[in-house]
Each structure stands twice: as structure tokens, then as C-alpha cells.
């Protein structure tokens, strides 16, 4: 968090493109709520009974 802050006030953020970057965070944040609210796969289940 302190490295974003003092990128920001170095100005060294004016070349990243933050389209691409967000599209990222996206598709991670997408992925772990996948994976954490998926229903019980077959192994799964066969493990409980």
C-alpha cells in the first residue's frame, strides 16, 4: 500500500495503463468467489458418506 502512495506522488503512475491492470483484479476477485461459493464437487461428497 505504501509503494502505491509513493509511486502517486513520484508521478511514476502516469505509464501504467490501469485499464488492463483493473481488468486483472477483475478476473481474480471473479475467480476466488468462484472457487469459494462453488457447490460440493462429486469427490467432495464422496468424502462425507
Known amino acids: 500500500m505504501l509503494s ?3 509511486s502517486l506522488l513520484t ?3 502516469d ?3 490501469f485499464d488492463i491492470k483493473n481488468w486483472h483484479l477483475i478476473e ?3 475467480l476466488y ?3 469459494v461459493f462453488a ?3 462429486i469427490f ?3 468424502v462425507y458418506m
Do not use: R
Request: charged letters at 20%.
Open 4 to 6: 502505491y502512495y509513493a
Open 11 to 13: 508521478g511514476e503512475t
Open 15 to 17: 505509464e501504467i495503463k
Open 28 to 30: 481474480s476477485a471473479t
Open 33 to 35: 468467489i468462484l472457487l
Open 39 to 41: 457447490p460440493p464437487s
Open 44 to 46: 467432495e461428497l464422496a
